[in-house]
Nanobody
Framework: QVQLVESGGDLVQAGGSLRLSCVVS????????MGWYRQAPGKQRELVAS???????NYANSVKGRFTISRDNTKNTMYLQMNNMTPEDTAVYYC???????????WGQGTQVTVSS
C-alpha cells in the first residue's frame, strides 16, 4: 500500500525558513516524479516544485531562488527547503508521487504552513 506522509509545516515569521519532508512508503519512490503542491484558502492547488528520477527540478516562478526541492532515494524521502518566506507562501502543502507511464498519482494528506507578517 502506498502512503505519502508530509511533515514540517509550522507557523513562521516573514523572512524565516522551514523544511518540509515527505516520506513515501511502498515500492514507488525511486520510480516517481515527485512534486510539492500548495493550496491557499479560496485558491486552486498549484505546483510549487517538482523533481524527476534524474533529479531534474522545476519551480514555480513565485518561489524560484527561495525554495529548493530535493530527494533522497535511500530514505524514500523528498524535501522542500523554504527560505525568505512571505505571507503569500501561506497554504496547505501537499506532496505528490506520479508516473505517467504506469498511470499513478498519489497524494499526501497535507501540512499547514503559515507565514505571519
Amino acid at each position: 500500500q502506498v502512503q505519502l506522509v508530509e511533515s514540517g509545516g509550522d507557523l513562521v515569521q516573514a523572512g524565516g525558513s522551514l523544511r518540509l519532508s515527505c516520506v513515501v512508503s511502498g515500492q514507488i519512490f525511486s520510480l516517481s516524479t515527485m512534486g510539492w503542491y500548495r493550496q491557499a484558502p479560496g485558491k486552486q492547488r498549484e505546483l510549487v516544485a517538482s523533481i524527476t528520477t534524474g533529479a531534474n527540478t522545476n519551480y514555480a516562478n513565485s518561489v524560484k531562488g527561495r525554495f529548493t526541492i530535493s530527494r533522497d532515494n535511500t530514505k524514500n524521502t523528498m524535501y522542500l527547503q523554504m527560505n525568505n518566506m512571505t505571507p503569500e507562501d501561506t497554504a496547505v502543502y501537499y506532496c505528490n508521487a506520479a508516473h505517467v507511464g504506469y498511470g499513478y498519482s498519489y497524494w499526501g494528506q497535507g501540512t499547514q504552513v503559515t507565514v505571519s507578517s
